[in-house]
């Protein structure tokens, strides 16, 4: 069968929040079958689980954050997409990460220094059946209309592909690749989506900061891009790399359904609000998706039982 995994042994991360600038440390560590992706707030007098689910996602404005059962007023732990996607691109089903702050570190921007993280502790087969979510019938959400129309869609498909298109009207980001589809079958999100980094506009930043966002921001941790350029003197990473991070993000957001998607993913100008409308979407029609698991390799999409080789 095609089996859940988890971490060998546990690991540890310390950075900043994008959001507080607060420093935060992580430790992320194996957790038994059917158990999840479970954060626990250990700098709390009495430390708290958040399990990952779409009821948990309690904000979707800047990042996607999650609190108990998301209650806006519960403990909390924002910026979890970068880390998910981390855990997606390489097959986890159930890992505990012990939190001291609630926001995820940002540390590079991408994903990657998760996943080199995560290959570290190393990747446990475990003895429980890998369940996915089979989408079943077309669900789409849709917002505004005209320039402002964005929308997301989820199709049938016996595998997990996600195709992105962005459309910022900006010369540094129009110069640059703004459309990509990325298939899981390849078996390359490491190399080809894992190290694109989230960005930001300089005409954005004074306004987040006034709000008390993007406190720990910089060019050490995100492509800065002004009016015209990108201002971090390395350059971009992928020549398409702003629409990578979308494809990032959109896995990570897309992962807190609890399991891997078997569906082609579509979106325009989609964003961490518009992916969790879509997942409520999908839940809300019981005939729209179900779980499924594989007794053997080969009945698994091409590529899947390979998804994230134990290391
Ligand atoms: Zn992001």
Same mark, same amino acid.
């Given at each position: 069968?095609?089996?859940?995994?988890?971490?060998?042994?546990?690991?540890?991360?310390?950075?900043? @929040?994008?959001?507080? !600038?607060?420093?935060?440390?992580?430790?992320?560590?194996?957790?038994?079958?059917?158990?999840?992706?479970?954060?626990?707030?250990?700098?709390?007098?009495?430390?708290?689980?958040?399990?990952?689910?779409?009821?948990?996602?309690?904000?979707?404005?800047?990042?996607?954050?999650?609190?108990?059962? !998301?209650?806006? !007023?519960?403990?909390?732990?924002?910026?979890?997409?970068?880390?998910?996607?981390?855990?997606?691109?390489?097959?986890?089903?159930?890992?505990?990460?012990?939190?001291?702050?609630?926001?995820?570190?940002?540390?590079? @921007?991408? *994903?990657?220094?998760?996943?080199?993280?995560?290959?570290?502790?190393?990747?446990?087969?475990?003895?429980?059946?890998?369940?996915?979510?089979?989408?079943?019938?077309?669900?789409?959400?849709? #917002? !505004?209309?005209?320039?402002?129309?964005?929308?997301?869609?989820?199709?049938?498909?016996?595998?997990?592909?996600?195709?992105? #298109?962005?459309?910022?009207?900006? +010369?540094?980001?129009?110069?640059?690749?703004?459309?990509?589809?990325?298939?899981?079958?390849?078996?390359?999100?490491?190399?080809?989506?894992?190290?694109?980094?989230?960005? @930001?506009?300089?005409?954005?930043?004074?306004?987040?900061?006034?709000?008390?966002?993007?406190?720990? @921001?910089?060019?050490?941790?995100?492509?800065?891009?002004?009016? $015209?350029?990108?201002?971090?003197?390395?350059?971009?990473? $992928?020549?398409?790399?702003?629409?990578?991070?979308?494809?990032?993000?959109?896995?990570?957001?897309?992962?807190?359904?609890?399991?891997?998607?078997?569906? *082609? $993913?579509?979106?325009?100008?989609?964003?961490?609000?518009?992916?969790?409308?879509?997942?409520?979407?999908?839940? *809300?029609?019981?005939?729209?998706?179900?779980?499924?698991?594989?007794?053997?390799?080969?009945?698994?999409?091409?590529?899947?039982?390979?998804?994230? +080789? *134990?290391?």
């Amino acid at each position: 069968m095609v089996k859940q995994r988890t971490l060998k042994s546990l690991t540890r991360a310390v950075g900043v @929040g994008l959001h507080s !600038g607060q420093k935060v440390e992580l430790t992320l560590r194996p957790a038994p079958p059917d158990t999840g992706i479970v954060f626990r707030r250990i700098d709390l007098p009495v430390p708290v689980d958040i399990p990952v689910n779409v009821a948990a996602v309690c904000d979707t404005r800047m990042a996607s954050t999650i609190s108990v059962g !998301g209650d806006p !007023g519960a403990p909390k732990v924002q910026t979890i997409e970068h880390l998910l996607s981390a855990c997606a691109g390489l097959g986890l089903d159930n890992v505990y990460i012990d939190i001291t702050a609630d926001e995820v570190p940002i540390l590079d @921007g991408s *994903a990657a220094s998760f996943v080199f993280l995560l290959q570290s502790a190393g990747i446990e087969l475990q003895n429980a059946a890998k369940k996915f979510v089979r989408v079943l019938k077309p669900v789409e959400v849709r #917002e !505004g209309s005209g320039p402002a129309l964005k929308w997301a869609r989820l199709e049938p498909f016996h595998g997990y592909t996600l195709t992105f #298109e962005i459309d910022f009207n900006h +010369p540094a980001v129009d110069s640059t690749g703004q459309h990509v589809v990325f298939d899981f079958a390849s078996g390359q999100y490491k190399r080809d989506i894992a190290r694109a980094r989230t960005f @930001g506009f300089t005409k954005d930043v004074e306004l987040m900061r006034s709000r008390g966002l993007s406190l720990g @921001g910089s060019m050490d941790n995100a492509i800065v891009v002004d009016d $015209y350029r990108v201002l971090n003197t390395e350059g971009l990473r $992928y020549d398409d790399e702003f629409v990578k991070h979308k494809i990032l993000d959109a896995i990570g957001d897309l992962y807190v359904v609890g399991h891997p998607l078997l569906a *082609a $993913y579509t979106a325009f100008k989609s964003g961490h609000a518009l992916n969790n409308k879509l997942l409520h979407a999908l839940l *809300a029609d019981a005939s729209a998706w179900e779980i499924t698991t594989f007794e053997s390799a080969e009945q698994a999409p091409q590529g899947f039982a390979a998804l994230a +080789p *134990a290391w």
